[in-house]
């Protein structure tokens, strides 16, 4: 059973959606990122560096050939983070009733 | 902090969540032409082999491991260049499905294989790996969408 407890770093509109991408793979590519959050490289970078500050993800840096290749994952204090932030939006929603669900265009 | 967010901003959150997380989980899908390629390859490999002549089983030999390797390189490179979903997220069960389908694929191929040797058919295993590559071309993409299905249903957030 996840204890739900809201995370207001991980709650961040551009971080909640980077955590959400990351939760769902084991490493995910920098270039990746970047396009699927529709971020600047500097903003991504600030973005993973709060995250990494805060001991949430780990980062990679390696080589493909010669080029630079950056990427990231989740690790386990992130991961428990999120659990914990989306069963506190559970929470929240259900003491709400399912009304607050937006609808499908 | 908590207190302060509405249930609407809450909901919105997690259809967040659960489309980010999805977006992951589609991009893993295995392409239809990768179950072609693999259905073709085998054919000819098997083709090859039961010419008994050394040239067209070198020549298949060569064509299938180049084959194979060049397709399953692109599909994991693309996976690698990108994001690769989580492994935990298939679960026991989609382990068993994807062990399922391969011995179930096996199991038929040699079903069919077999008795026709026995019949003095030429080209018995060729016709009994046909049958298996139909059941990979037809099964493979159905396989693919229970292994998301699985996944959409692991994932952070999901109502299990």
């Known amino acids: 059973m996840i204890k739900p407890k809201f995370d207001e770093l991980i709650h961040a509109p551009t971080r909640l959606s980077l955590v959400s991408l990351l939760a769902a793979t084991e490493w995910a590519d920098f270039q990746f990122l970047r396009d699927s959050a529709g971020l600047s490289d500097s903003a991504l970078s600030k973005q993973l560096t709060t995250l990494e500050e805060a001991g949430y993800i780990e980062i990679r840096k390696g080589f493909v050939g010669k080029r630079p290749r950056t990427s990231a994952r989740l690790n386990i204090v992130g991961r428990a983070a999120f659990d914990q932030h989306v069963a506190a939006l559970q929470e929240i929603v259900a003491k709400a009733g399912v009304s607050v669900f937006p609808t499908t265009p | 902090m908590n207190d302060q967010v509405r249930p609407e901003e809450a909901a919105r959150a997690l259809a967040e969540i659960g489309q980010r997380q999805e977006q992951v989980i589609r991009l893993s899908a295995i392409p239809t032409w990768y179950w072609w390629a693999i259905a073709v390859l085998m054919i000819g490999f098997t083709a090859a082999v039961e010419t008994r002549r050394g040239l067209a089983i070198g ?34 069960g989609g382990v068993f499905a994807i062990l399922g389908f391969v011995a179930v694929t096996v199991g038929v191929s040699m079903a069919v294989a077999f008795p026709l040797e026995a019949s003095g058919i030429s080209y018995p295993a060729t016709v009994g790996v046909s049958v298996a590559a139909v059941m990979l071309v037809i099964g493979g993409p159905f396989l693919m969408r229970y292994l998301q299905g699985r996944m959409l249903a692991n994932r952070s957030g999901s109502r299990r």
Not at chain 2, 64 to 71: D, K, S
Not at chain 2, 72 to 92: C, E, H, I, K, W
Request: hydrophobic share 50%.
């Open chain 2, 59 to 92: 020549i298949g030999t060569a064509v299938f491991v180049v084959g194979v390797l060049a397709a399953t390189g692109r599909v994991v490179f693309r996976s690698v260049r990108s994001a690769q979903p989580r492994n935990d997220l298939l679960g026991p």
